[in-house]
């Protein structure tokens, strides 16, 4: 693009061009913008384009396309005037019209000092409230996160409202009054087209909890996908008893389970179309959760808790049989079984754990996190020994491990992944054994997937050395073996931990509509990748 600093006669090729293609050009160049929340600042390529000259200006004010996506951070803005932030929202709200406005934004505060935040926060909210009824995509990051679910509860109804993600603090006793009416009710607004929400709001800025008081009621009858916390087991269930079109559901369960609870009886609920369920954090409550429910189109389970936590053995020991049971009551309405299963390598730890697998039977695809309990790096080589039998999982197909970035080195785990490979594929030799003599009920693993976690910033690729063992495993990736994101480059193995859970489609959707591309990009150019001996 060119900039406005260069003379004008640089352009005038591109001033004789029609109307309707420089609109189209401009729609190009806002797609590759990387100015990400700074779309308030003057670099910002929608600025650019409007005042280099004076056809392009009017090209660029009169193309709505370009001004209906909003991003911005007002923490970036905390040394500027409110006004002039404010200013430039209301040009994107009235140049972007008639098109629905999608728009995320931070309101940025400095957490240790709540003084020091954003002055303009209440009047851009209010700004956008006021265009509710266009609002598409909305994504909403805010240290009071109180305000801003009693202002939805305010509103009567977001006609237009596709997607609603809700994130922050909720601060005690602020804006919250269990006494005030319209918190009382807990109604958020009506959403007629609404098929995506998530509301995850903590208090002072410490854990994950859905808000203590009202018990929120969601009058959003085409939801497809719901992701939200709960502080107690009755806020999961007065919820979840609506949930009857959702299909995608994750909960973070932020409530600990007691042993009330635990003895008295427990409702069943059956969510008739949810195929997809994440649970996450406090273990304990993951188990209760499982424990209520009875999901007729479960193909995809993903239980993941708090890494912080400290599960003792006798604990983890209680995961597989509660994932059983849930699978048998789930068939007992006329499920077909889970397909999909994303779970701690310790689960299947247990003697029982071969016996038990044998109902998870119609499982294909299976993702083993490791664990690290309070620090400590816990080597699951035994776990991955029980794969090697022919009763566990005899269906699985796709075999993807993520391990923990403490000193990868004391694991040993790979010679004995390469011996499950070995139990689960054609054999090398020709003349060697034949598919009859492994059994005719046990699939060959097709897919096989690992890598580490990042130790910090956000790192796509691991990179691992080739050794004798890897040389192994390419030479099963020659026989069809598929090692997902396995490359050779420059003499090492580059391999990408396969993640096909639904998450990574949200996070893929709000990249696109964002407009994030490009910033996301500009962000991770710098990013190292990391070689680790194993």
Not at 40 to 64: D, G, H, M, N
Not at 325 to 350: D, H, K, P, W, Y
Not at 489 to 511: A, F, L, N, P
């Amino acid at each position: 693009m060119v900039k406005r600093s260069e003379s004008l006669h640089t352009i005038s090729g591109l001033q004789k061009f029609p109307v309707e293609l420089l609109a189209h050009i401009f729609e190009d160049v806002i797609e590759a913008d990387c100015s990400g929340f700074c779309k308030f600042s003057k670099f910002a390529a929608v600025w650019a384009l409007s005042q280099t000259c004076r056809k392009w200006r009017e090209v660029a004010i009169t193309t709505p396309t370009l001004w209906n996506v909003i991003l911005t951070d007002t923490f970036l803005y905390k040394e500027f005037h409110a006004s002039g932030v404010i200013q430039a929202l209301r040009l994107f709200l009235e140049r972007s019209r008639p098109l629905p406005v999608s728009w995320h934004i931070v309101f940025g505060e400095d957490s240790g000092a709540p003084e020091k935040s954003f002055e303009g926060n209440a009047e851009i909210f209010s700004l956008l409230l006021s265009h509710s009824s266009r609002w598409r995509h909305v994504q909403i990051d805010s240290f009071d996160g109180g305000h801003i679910v009693k202002r939805l509860c305010e509103t009567k109804e977001l006609t237009s409202l596709h997607s609603l993600v809700v994130t922050g603090s909720i601060h005690r006793n602020h804006h919250l009054s269990p006494s005030d009416p319209v918190v009382k009710a807990g109604v958020l607004a009506i959403a007629r087209n609404l098929v995506e929400a998530s509301l995850l709001c903590g208090f002072d800025g410490y854990g994950f909890d859905l808000v203590p008081s009202p018990k929120l009621c969601l009058p959003w009858t085409r939801l497809k996908e719901l992701t939200f916390t709960a502080e107690a087991l009755q806020d999961f269930l007065a919820i979840a008893a609506s949930l009857t079109s959702v299909e995608y559901l994750r909960i973070v369960c932020y409530f600990h389970s007691t042993a009330s609870t635990a003895t008295t009886s427990r409702p069943q609920l059956v969510l008739p179309k949810v195929h997809s369920l994440d649970l996450s954090e406090e273990y304990e409550s993951i188990l209760e959760v499982m424990a209520h429910l009875t999901l007729p189109k479960l193909e995809d389970l993903r239980i993941q808790p708090d890494a912080s936590s400290a599960i003792s053995s006798r604990e983890m020991t209680e995961l597989l049989p509660s994932i059983v049971r849930l699978q048998e009551r789930s068939v007992s309405v006329g499920g077909t079984g889970i397909r999909v299963l994303r779970v701690i390598a310790r689960t299947f730890s247990a003697r029982q754990a071969p016996e038990l697998s044998r109902v998870l039977g119609e499982v294909e695809e299976l993702h083993l996190f490791h664990f690290d309990n309070e620090g400590e790096c816990i080597d699951d080589t035994k776990v991955l020994k029980n794969f090697k039998k022919k009763n566990m999982f005899p269906r699985l197909r796709s075999l993807h491990i993520l391990l923990p970035y403490a000193n990868p080195r004391n694991f040993t785990f790979l010679p004995v992944l390469i011996d499950v490979v070995k139990a689960r594929r054609p054999p090398l030799r020709a003349g060697a054994r034949t598919r009859s003599n492994i059994g005719p009920t046990l699939a060959y693993i097709e897919q096989l997937s690992l890598n580490i976690e990042s130790s910090s910033a956000p790192t796509y690729i691991r990179v691992v050395k080739s050794t004798a063992l890897f040389e192994k495993l390419l030479r099963y990736a020659d026989r069809g073996l598929d090692l997902c994101g396995g490359h050779l480059e420059k003499g090492r193995w580059v391999s990408d931990y396969r993640d096909t859970h639904w998450s990574e489609m949200k996070e893929k959707r709000r990249i696109q509509r964002f407009r994030l591309g490009p910033y996301i990009e500009k962000g991770t150019d710098e990013v190292r990748d990391e070689d680790v001996e194993l």
